[in-house]
Structures are given as C-alpha cells and as structure tokens.
C-alpha cells in the first residue's frame, strides 16, 4: 500500500526533477544552435538527432505513464482496488516529462483511498494537490477539494468542510460537481443544525438528487426530509422519507448517519430493519 506521506513526497521530487530536465533540454538544444558561432568544431546536424532521441525516449516513458493512470479511475469504481493502485505505484514511481501525469496520479490516490473510506490520507493528499499551482488548469482543483470536504467530514472536521465548500461557490462548476457539492453541503448542514438553510429552494434540490447515484440520492433525500420535519414541513418530510427507504437500506442510511434516525424514530410508520 502506498502511504499517502510517501507518494506526496515522491511527487514533488519528481515534479521539481522533470523541471530540471525540462530546462536542460532547453538548454542544450539552445547550446546546439548557438554552435557555429562558438571556437567548438562540432556539427549541430549531429548534436540535434541525439538531443531529439533523448527526448522522444523520455515522451514515451511519459506517455506510458499516462495510460496507466487514465484506467484508475474506472478500475477504481469498479472496486478493483489493488489493480488501481497497483497502476498508480507505477505511474508515481516512474519518470514523466509532464508535470500533469504526476498530478492526476497523485488524485488518482485520493480518489482510491477515497474510495476505501481511509479519509485521513485522502484528505492528506486532497491537501497536498490544492497547495500546488495550476491544479485547476490540470482539472483536479474542483474534484480535489470536493474530495477534501466530504472526507473533513467523515472525519468530523465540520468547520475544515465549510471552508472547503465556501471556495466552491466561487467557483463554476459543472453539473456532476453540482450534484456532489449539494450532498456535501447538505450533510454539513444537517451537522450544524442549519435546517432552515437546508428546505430553502427546496423543489430544486430534489430534483437535482434525482440526479445522483441511488445511494448518494437516498442520503441526500433522507436529509432533505429531516430538515422538512425540522422546519415544519411534514407532508415534504413524509414523501422525501418514503422515496429514501426505496432508493436504500434504512438500517445502512441510519447507521452511516445517526442523525437520521430521528426520521424514523419519531411519527414515523414502523420499519422492519431485519428484512
């Protein structure tokens, strides 16, 4: 297993490394030119294909690199998690030209630990990519700080996820990064007690969890219909329950947050959690 300390550290070196070999590719090539104006009797017709060979040799390790990272996150949500990983180790390990490979590799990780529920690495290395520049050009800024803020939660850092959230309504997001920044949001909020925010523009936050993933959709109907009951919305908070205990398991949704009982344990009809 990569150790989220370990591959953050590797990634930097590497970074910092292509720069260097990056500047001196520039620099010879830069020399070759400047050839025959200098004592040196040395043809630039022979110095050129050996800098051009060296180049195209350290492309297609580079490009090698990026095949293997762009499978990670399908292998990754198909819940082979060794084979993932197993592909990033590789892409992280070796040697790329192109800074933005080593940056979807190391997002690749966090989406992979991400995936596994090990929320203190993801978070680790959420963080690590935020602090880098140009994240949002590589497409990685958005996901990443999603990433950040679900996993603050998880570990229940709520004041860390709100300034993560916060930096996203600055932001221009697509619909998929709609869709997950509303069921972050939603599940910060049910944690403050915000349930006043939460029914407001109500009618469109359902129907953008129709959108969502079935599980991610149940939570998110589940807290829509406790923040109803909350702000005394009962015939919402009944209907928003019963699409939830269609979409998911009452006794996985209650467990993973306990807040939600409350949906259940109070008015509500009997449920039979051992069926």
Known sequence: ?????????????????????????????????????????????????????????????????????????????????DEAERRIDQALRGFSLFRHVKVLGLHHL????????????SAMLCRALLRQAGTSVSGVGKPARLMLADSLLEM?????????????????????????????????????????EMVNGLTTKVQLAELMPAATAARTQALLALAARHAGRPDWSDWLR?????LADVQKLTSERPVLWDLWRRDGPAVNFTA
């Not at 959230?165 to 944690?191: H, N």
């Open 1 to 81: 297993m990569i150790r989220a300390e370990t591959a953050i550290s590797r990634f930097r070196r590497d970074v910092v490394f292509a720069r260097l070999v990056r500047a001196a590719f520039f620099a010879a090539l830069a020399a070759t030119f400047l050839l025959p104006f200098t004592p040196v009797s040395l043809d630039p017709l022979l110095v050129l294909p050996v800098i051009g060979c060296v180049f195209l040799a350290l492309t297609v390790g580079s490009v090698k690199g990026s095949r293997l990272i762009t499978e990670s996150p399908t292998l990754i949500a198909a819940g082979q998690f």
């Open 110 to 121: 966090a989406l992979l630990r991400h995936a596994q529920k090990n929320w203190h690495e």
């Open 156 to 196: 229940g850092d709520a004041r860390g996820a709100a300034d993560a959230i916060g930096e996203l309504f600055r932001q221009r997001l697509s619909l998929s990064e709609v869709l997950k920044l509303l069921a972050v949001q939603l599940d910060y909020q049910s944690r403050v007690g915000a349930w006043a």
């Open 242 to 246: 019963r699409r939830a205990e269609l």
